[in-house]
């Protein structure tokens, strides 16, 4: 083997340190040149997106920011698996619903127009109730009307006000003892049997001592009672017996305590939204309740504040002020309506990217129509200022969709709230003129009332000095929120060439065409809804036949058939009801696809062909 000489090998390494010592620099050079590079890259970036943010207004930031400050998702890490759990619970499954497009329905118009249902039945408690139960909720906590909820920081502070009021001073106890009995029924002799033992039910649930009471047709005592299970309070339910059993038996599943009375006018005492008011006076205010708590659950009231000084006392009616019990009035409570104008209609309004030129709704109490709508106008309004892409199209319409029996069409089209069911000589002393469930009044409530009234929709806003806050109806919402004020039935606020009213038009459904709409719907679109989401589509039809070519119409499924198998989808009660079942009963062997829903023109029906 040749040897390479070894002045040889002394050149090579000589040109190898050379070369090395020329490549170094350059190397170097080209690493803090990439370094650099990626840091100005990166610096643009955030400038980029914090410029981005900054062009935002205060409307697209608002409803997010809110939301996820309302509805916290603390996340841990699992240290087995190393994977992230969510902690939000029922609260964090609120809202983001699907937005879904009818291609059945849709193709049945000549006009090529959109129709689009909001999917509020996939809320966790199968309602879109669970955006107003969860806010009006959050507001009686934030008031103190209802204790913290247990997986707050903050403590639960117990009133030492020892003056018992007036009409508690008359309140005796025969025997007052450190042991656990209950104070007899007789005691409370003014109470109905049935609403005591409803009332002894709740205190032996609450956590928190906290007693949640409402007057429901049941979807909002359902979204009550299932977030109030994660929060310790207790739920009391005053419910009128022309709802589904399903609901009441639902309710008592969740452990709330259900009170089952005459449906009646709001002006009956006997109406489920005044019995539920006279519970929380029974509860809050005469004091007997906290006597009763105190005696029976005591041990619990020390492990839940943390103070064993708190002796027992001989004097029941010097017991602590404990329970704390909020009437949550959903129908003259402004958090209903916000918690759609923050949420639902900011949902809407972004999946279909501002395009939404009418919505079609009933009223409950006027939370969803009126919220959604108030948003959808407010941005609007502004967009039009702001001069985005789609400025040119006209301002959505909102379009109320009424049942038999309720006196909100004639208020929209007349200015007048009555309905002929109402009349002296046809009145009747418990009133069921509709088998719709949920929808539909006799009066006017705060919430529905809101969306009657002449809304100004300048920039400036309803109060000047809350600029910046939300839009025109947004900050109208906050003040009369904060400020518990009760909106106008009629007339305006304030005076101004661009104001007008948030509902625009109603249209009226009757019974039969909700029941052939429902059907129509199971058959063509898969979907299986209840009652009042089936007269949603219904008048979402009919305004969209009315409508410019290639609008987009969106109404909501606020419910599932699912609770409605013993009313609205059970064939025996329909004709009892003296309306037409829409084919065969599938239970007797019925052939569904010879059904009469299938060979049916739902135009027709609807009285548009």
Request: aromatic residues 8%; positive net charge; glycine residues 8%.
């Amino acid at each position: 083997m040749r040897m390479m000489p070894q002045h040889e090998n002394s050149r090579y390494l000589s040109i190898a340190l050379a070369g090395g010592a020329a490549i170094c620099p350059l190397l170097i050079m080209a690493f803090v040149k990439s370094k650099q590079f990626r840091s100005e890259r990166h610096e643009k970036e955030t400038k980029d997106s914090l410029s981005a943010w900054r062009k935002t207004t205060l409307w697209d930031r608002l409803p997010i920011l809110m939301c996820n400050a309302a509805q916290p998702v603390p996340q841990s890490t699992d240290r087995k698996n190393k994977t992230r759990i969510s902690k939000g619970g029922y609260e964090s499954l609120i809202g983001n619903t699907p937005l879904v497009y009818l291609p059945h329905l849709s193709s049945l118009l000549s006009n090529n127009v959109n129709i689009y249902v909001k999917m509020e039945n996939m809320n966790p408690g199968g309602t879109g109730k669970d955006r107003a139960a969860l806010n009006m909720i959050l507001e009686a906590e934030r008031r103190s009307e209802l204790p913290p909820a247990l997986n707050s920081d903050d403590k639960y502070i117990v009133d030492h006000d020892f003056n018992a009021r007036e009409n508690a001073t008359s309140f005796k106890v025969d025997a007052c003892s450190n042991t656990q009995t209950t104070t007899a029924p007789d005691k409370f002799s003014n109470i109905p049997p049935n609403i005591h033992q409803t009332i002894l039910t709740a205190l032996q649930t609450t956590q928190t001592h906290g007693l949640i009471i409402e007057g429901t047709s049941g979807s909002t005592g359902i979204s009550l009672a299932s977030l109030s299970t994660s929060r310790g309070h207790a739920v009391i339910v005053v419910m009128p017996d022309d709802q589904s059993s399903q609901k009441a038996d639902f309710l008592r599943r969740l452990g709330c305590g259900v009170v089952t009375v005459k449906n009646c006018s709001i002006s009956n005492p006997g109406h489920y939204v005044n019995v539920a008011k006279r519970i929380w006076e029974w509860v809050q205010v005469e004091r007997r309740y906290d006597n009763y708590y105190w005696n029976v659950y005591r041990d619990r009231v020390v492990k839940r504040d943390g103070n064993s000084s708190m002796e027992y006392r001989p004097d029941c009616r010097n017991a602590p002020r404990l329970i704390k019990a909020a009437f949550m009035n959903q129908f003259e409570n402004l958090a209903n309506v916000q918690s759609h104008y923050l949420t639902t209609g900011h949902e809407i309004y972004s999946q279909l990217h501002g395009e939404v030129d009418a919505f079609v709704m009933s009223a409950g109490t006027g939370g969803t129509i009126v919220g959604v709508g108030g948003y959808l106008k407010d941005k609007w309004w502004m967009d039009r200022g702001r001069r985005v892409q789609h400025h040119h199209r006209a301002a959505p319409k909102i379009v109320l969709v009424d049942p038999p029996g309720s006196s909100l069409y004639n208020k929209v089209k007349f200015g007048v709230a009555y309905a002929a069911q109402q009349s002296e000589q046809r009145l009747r002393r418990h009133r069921y003129d509709t088998l719709v469930e949920g929808i539909g009044l006799d009066r006017i409530t705060a919430n529905f009332g809101l969306g009657c009234i002449e809304i100004d929709w300048s920039d400036d806003g309803y109060f000047n000095g809350a600029k910046g806050f939300f839009g025109s109806f947004g900050r109208m919402i906050g003040t009369l929120l904060n400020n518990n004020i009760r909106p106008p039935n009629n007339g305006s606020i304030i005076t101004s060439t661009q104001q007008s009213k948030i509902i625009d038009d109603a249209v009226f459904i009757t019974d039969q065409q909700a029941v052939y709409m429902a059907h129509y719907l199971l058959r063509h679109e898969g979907l299986f809804v209840g009652s009042s989401a089936a007269m949603n589509i219904a008048g979402a039809i009919i305004v969209a036949n009315a409508m410019p070519p290639g609008s987009n119409v969106v109404t909501v499924v606020c419910d599932g058939g699912q609770r409605h198998t013993a009313r609205f989808w059970n064939r025996k009660f329909i004709e009892e009801w003296g309306l037409t079942w829409p084919g065969p009963n599938i239970e007797d062997g019925g052939d569904v696809k010879s059904s009469e829903a299938d060979s049916m023109d739902i135009l027709k029906v609807l009285g548009i062909a």
